[in-house]
């Protein structure tokens, strides 16, 4: 992975997609139970830290730092996970729709 986009516009395409209810690839680094590479995510949130003790952000409004966390859910498995937005790479949109899961809501 050699070109990485700017903080900014890995947020704004994740927004953009969030509106419209569509899935968004993220390239994301390896964790302890993932290795690195790209993701199909359905973004709901973003968090000053990790549910349930993080605070939500409102994209528009709020200032938001490198360090602030994407909380999603994986549509192939139906987990949720929790990203922070600065190690995320790259974002691009899928064009593939996604529900929201019952009870919950997309904050963006």
Do not use: C
Request: hydrophobic letters at 30%; proline letters at 6%; charged letters at 30%.
């Amino acid at each position: 992975m050699k070109n990485f986009m700017d903080f900014y516009e890995v947020l704004r395409v994740i927004a953009k997609a969030a509106r419209s209810r569509e899935v968004v690839e993220i390239y994301y680094p390896a964790t302890e139970s993932s290795s690195e590479g790209w993701r199909e995510i359905e973004p709901y949130s973003l968090t000053t830290d990790v549910p349930p003790e993080g605070e939500h952000l409102v994209y528009s409004k709020d200032r938001l730092s490198p360090g602030h966390i994407l909380n999603a859910r994986i549509p192939e498995t139906g987990e949720t996970r929790s990203f922070i937005v600065g190690k995320i790479k790259q974002a691009r949109t899928t064009k593939k729709k996604f529900t929201p899961k019952e009870g919950w809501k997309v904050e963006f």
